[in-house]
Structures are given as structure tokens and as C-alpha cells.
């Protein structure tokens, strides 16, 4: 039974190194083999390459150090300091998470606008133009401060107090005890957060495609996408090859580069005291950060019920009417689907693929675990096109499987590391003992494990949920022929000049995700009473 067993295992293990070397590698190296000279001639001589990487490279860093110092700050207030409310600025901080990327372009279109045509401008009399560099800049900025704020202060809320409570004793001023305890603990934190927010800024085109101007130029993201549009998948290749460059950077760093200033074992928390100055400070910050991620929301939030926004503030429900006409019921129908998908299959197979690699280890762990991780370090925009490329002539490609299979893939290392870590903190003798009590393993995973790991679980199923509702990046390139998302609906509007409509479909999955995240805590707290 036990060789049984063992080669059970083993051959679960080939047949996922195989599945993701079919749905991971394969597609990326696709890429490659479609990179011909006669394509990168004809990008390079394009007039708009080279305008395009410095319209990438400039914008990306510049949101990219706006969104790691508000990051930054927001993590050290809510862990650092004793405000109150700590709950709500942390959901609020989260919040640009649940909307498309595009929708945060049109939250400030409808805000600011074009030369006083936002609903600001118009109440303060500006003439102010968000559009081509401080609208991509800071439409950027919103969607990506939310990542950048969990990943410091997840790291943040388990640093060692002993150091700090040392440094006071001797007399340690609070600002040097930031610049030589906590900021050298973030080092590694701070450089994996700005090569990965650049990653996200870099290869998104929702921003750039909504606010970019004549003038302006376009971006990499939109010159890959539009070259896809013409067939031009040679020059394509070559652009995508490009975006890889800072996410494979970002995946080496978090891969090989060790931490030596965290560590895992935690004597003292550090505590949350600190002085009125600071709270204050904190209270304003948090504040402020706030109003600015909220503002672009409800200015498209009222532009779905306004007439004739902003002249006409008048209530009306002309829009939402007009855009289920347009077929938007249909399009939540192919998204929910996809979300289903992705969710299920996607946390069956994370949990799957954390246990080979945690509790049930043997061969071909080491190359399971790297490949589960290497999805991380592949844009969405260039998963995509490697799908186009790889599964092009396949029954796959055009159909729901392959959205919900390109979904789950974009999104899997998140979950898959959560997972990792839940099955690392129970107790690692579990199946020992099992085996010493002629119980099997098959029987300890569902009667004990799963049950201790329900609540990852959940929030796994809600992350490839949320995220594949609200993505444009991979599906932009494979829908259609696939069914179109809701998510694609939003640059459709953009195509007919109707905001409403956009600000509509971004209300509306706004409203889903808010909806499942408030659905997932309900569920967690009734089973964390019910094990009370």
C-alpha cells in the first residue's frame, strides 16, 4: 500500500509539472519562436518605440516611487500607531483593488477631466487636463498602491519588538530608530514592492490606454496590444520579451536574494504606542489617503446616476438601463463564469500543489514548487499573448476554459504561497502519527487539514474571484473569440465616448467583488464562532 501510495504521489506530481509546463512555459516560449529579424526591424524602426519605452519607463518609475512612499506610510500608520479605525482605513486602502484598472483612468476623467470637463474643475473653476503623464501617473498610482500596501504591511505586523524596546532603553530618538531598525528590516520588502509595483505599471494598458493623448504617445502595453490587433505577433514577441525583463528581475530578487533582516521567529511584537504628535500625523495621512482613493470612485459612481454629468447632477437611471440594453447582463454572466471557474479550479489545484510541496514531499517537489511560483513573473498581458500564440489552433482557444485556464494561471502564485504557508504552521508529525495509527494520508487531509485551513481556503477562492472579474490584461487578447467579459466592456464604452456607461460597468463590478468580500467574511467569522 505504501509503494502504492508513492507512486500515486509521484505521478500527481509529473502530471502537474507537465500541466504547468504546458499552460506556463510552453506559452512563454511561443513568444520566443515568433521573434523574427524582419519583426524586430519593424519595431525598431517604428516611430513609436522608442517614445513608447521612454513613455513606459518614465511613467512607471514616477507612480512607482509615488505608490512605495504612500505604501510606506500607510503601513507605519495602521502598525505603528494606536489610531482608531484601523479596520476601515485598511478596507479603504484595498479598495482600488476591486475595479479594473481602466476604471480608476475614467474615476479621474470624471473628476478632473479635460480642460475643466470633470465635475472638480467644474465646481472650483479649473482648467486643468488630467490626460497623457500626471493622469497616467496617478491613475496608476491607484491601482497599484493597494499591492504595495499589503506587502509591506504584512511584513510590518511581524517584526521583532526586542530591538525597539533595546533603542529605548538606551535612549534611541524614534526617527533613528526608523532609519536603523525598521528601514533596514524593509530592505528587501521596499525593493520586491517597487519591482513589483513597476511590473503592474509597466505592462498594464487599462491606465495608459484611457488617459494617453496624441501628444503623449503611447505605451509599450498599447503598442503590444495593437500590434496583436494587426497580426503583427513577430513585433509583438519582441515587446513582450521587453516586459518580462523587470518581472523576471522581481521574481530572481524574491527567489535568490535572502532576507537577513526578517526573520521568522518573533520574541516581543512590536507595540503600537507612540505620541499625540504622531497619531495625529497618522490620523492625517491615513485621512487624506483616503479621500484621494475614494474621489475618483464616487465621481464615477455619480456619473452613473447624473444626467448629464457634471453640467446636470439631476438623478437618472437612463444609464444603467442603456448599458444592460447594450448586453451588459450577458457580459456579467460570461464574467461570473469565468470567476466561478477560476476560483474552483484554481484553489483545488493551489491546495493541491501546496501540499506536494509542503507535506507530501519526494521527487520532483523542487521543480513542482518553482514552476507553481514562476507565474508571478509573467506580466498578464504577456500570458496572453502566449496563449494566443501556443493554444491558437487547439479546441481550447476561443472558448470559456481557456479565459478561466489563463485566469487561474495569472493569478496562481498569490494563492499558492498562502497555501504554503497555512500548511507550513500546522504541525509537520501530523502524518507520522497517522501512519503510527494505521490512518492514511488521504483520510488525515479531509477529516483533519482541510477543516484547519478552511479559512485560506476561502481566501483563495475569493482572490481568483475578485481579480478575474475585475482583469483586463490576459483577456483583453483572448476575448474575443471567447465570450467578452464585463471587465472588456469598459473600453467599449471608452471606443463610443459613453462614460456612463463605463462608470456603469465599473459600479458594477465594484459592486460583485464588495459583495463576495463581504460574503467571505461573513463565512469566516460564522466558522470561527461555530469552532468557538
Known amino acids: 500500500m505504501t509503494r502504492q501510495s508513492k507512486a500515486v504521489r509521484l505521478t500527481i506530481r509529473i502530471s502537474l509539472v507537465l500541466f504547468f509546463l504546458a499552460v506556463v512555459i510552453c506559452p512563454v516560449f511561443s513568444i520566443f519562436l515568433r521573434i523574427t529579424p524582419a519583426g524586430v526591424r519593424a519595431l525598431v524602426s517604428s516611430k513609436d518605440f522608442v517614445p513608447a519605452i521612454v ?63 470633470g465635475i472638480l474643475s467644474w465646481l472650483l473653476g479649473l482648467n486643468f487636463s488630467i490626460l497623457g503623464f500626471p493622469g497616467i501617473v496617478a491613475g496608476s498610482v491607484l491601482y497599484s498602491f493597494p499591492i504595495a500596501f499589503l506587502m509591506i504591511e504584512s511584513v510590518l505586523r511581524y517584526e521583532d519588538g526586542l530591538p525597539y524596546r533595546a533603542a529605548q532603553v538606551l535612549g534611541i530618538p524614534p526617527l533613528r530608530r526608523f532609519t536603523g531598525i525598521t528601514l533596514p528590516y524593509l530592505k528587501k520588502t521596499l525593493i520586491s514592492t517597487f519591482f513589483a509595483v513597476f511590473t503592474m505599471i509597466v505592462t498594464d494598458y487599462g491606465v495608459p490606454e484611457a488617459l494617453h493623448t496624441r501628444s503623449f504617445g503611447y505605451t509599450l502595453s498599447i503598442l503590444m496590444l495593437r500590434d496583436v490587433e494587426n497580426a503583427r505577433f513577430g513585433s509583438a514577441g519582441v515587446i513582450g520579451i521587453l516586459l518580462l525583463v523587470p518581472a523576471v528581475a522581481a521574481f530572481t530578487i524574491d527567489l535568490f536574494i535572502r532576507d537577513h533582516g526578517q526573520s521568522g521567529f518573533v520574541s516581543e511584537p512590536v507595540g503600537a504606542g507612540c505620541g499625540r504628535g504622531a497619531r495625529v500625523l497618522a490620523y492625517v495621512f491615513s485621512g487624506i489617503l483616503s479621500c484621494l482613493i475614494l474621489l475618483p470612485i464616487a465621481a464615477f459612481s455619480v456619473q452613473v446616476f447624473a444626467k448629464s454629468y457634471p453640467t446636470d447632477l439631476s438623478f437618472t437611471f437612463s444609464h444603467i438601463r442603456d448599458t444592460f440594453r447594450s448586453g451588459a447582463d450577458r457580459f456579467l454572466e460570461n464574467s461570473l463564469l469565468y470567476a466561478v471557474l477560476a476560483a474552483l479550479f484554481g484553489t483545488a489545484l493551489a491546495f493541491l500543489s501546496a501540499y506536494l510541496t509542503t507535506r507530501a514531499k519526494g521527487p520532483l517537489s523542487r521543480p513542482l514548487h518553482l514552476l507553481s511560483i514562476t507565474s508571478v513573473a509573467i506580466p498578464g498581458l504577456v500570458l496572453g499573448l502566449g496563449y494566443v500564440i501556443f493554444f491558437n489552433r487547439t479546441p481550447l482557444y476561443g472558448t470559456v476554459f481557456l479565459i478561466a485556464l489563463a485566469n487561474t494561471i495569472h493569478f496562481f502564485a498569490s494563492p499558492y504561497l498562502l497555501m504554503v504557508n497555512t500548511l507550513n504552521k500546522i504541525n509537520p508529525d501530523l502524518e507520522n502519527v497517522g501512519k503510527t495509527l494505521g490512518v492514511g494520508r488521504l483520510r ?83 466558522a470561527a464562532q461555530a469552532q468557538g
Open 55 to 117: 513613455n513606459s519607463v518614465t511613467t512607471a518609475l514616477t507612480a512607482t516611487l509615488i505608490s512605495t512612499l504612500l505604501a510606506l506610510g500607510a503601513a507605519f500608520s495602521l502598525s505603528r500607531t494606536n489610531i482608531r479605525g484601523k479596520g476601515v482605513f485598511s478596507t479603504l486602502f484595498v479598495l482600488p483593488m476591486l475595479i479594473p484598472s481602466i476604471s480608476h483612468a475614467y474615476g479621474l476623467k470624471a473628476l478632473i477631466g479635460a480642460n475643466g470637463s
Open 444 to 526: 488525515i487531509v479531509f477529516d483533519v487539514l482541510l477543516p484547519k485551513v478552511r479559512p485560506s481556503l476561502f481566501e483563495m477562492a475569493v482572490y481568483f474571484f475578485v481579480n478575474s472579474m475585475m482583469t483586463i490584461s490576459a483577456v483583453s487578447l483572448l476575448a474575443p473569440p471567447a465570450p467578452l467579459p464585463l471587465s472588456l466592456m469598459i473600453a467599449r464604452a471608452e471606443s463610443q465616448i459613453d462614460l456612463g456607461k463605463a462608470a456603469t460597468v465599473s459600479l458594477l463590478i465594484l459592486s460583485v467583488n464588495l459583495a463576495v468580500r463581504g460574503a467571505m467574511a461573513l463565512a469566516r467569522r460564522r
